[in-house]
């Protein structure tokens, strides 16, 4: 089971909770107060969570099928979908490219794409 963690508000993990209800995965949603989220509060949670691409932690994140954690909204929604796909398609949640095999993917892409 994966778990989305998030504010007790509704923005960005919105469209993700949408994908995730969309393609039928098995998930839980968990939310994160702001006390708890404190620029000095120095949480065991908080600490494990990966820097996104400013390199700060930031929310949403995602716990994925294999434990480790995903920031980013648009790698969360990435992998939420290749999740989804991998199910119409009849295969299993563990034929699924690792979060870094999908950054390596999309950045091959991107090039091909803007080489033409």
């Known amino acids: 089971m994966i778990v989305l963690y998030y504010f007790p508000i509704r923005a960005r993990n919105e469209a993700l909770r949408m994908m995730l209800l969309y393609g039928g995965i098995d998930h839980e949603y968990h939310t994160i107060g702001f006390d708890e989220w404190d620029a000095e509060a120095e949480t065991a949670f908080k600490e494990t969570i990966p820097s996104g691409h400013t390199g700060q932690k930031q929310l949403p994140v995602l716990r994925c099928f ?26 299993k949640n563990d034929d699924r490219a690792n979060p870094d095999q999908q950054q390596q993917q999309q950045q091959q892409y991107a090039e091909k794409l803007f080489m033409l």
């Not at 480790?68 to 969360?76: A, H, P, Q, R, V």
């Open 66 to 91: 294999n434990g480790s954690l995903m920031s980013e909204s648009l790698d969360i929604a990435n992998y939420i979908a290749d999740i989804v796909s991998c199910n119409k398609d009849n295969k």
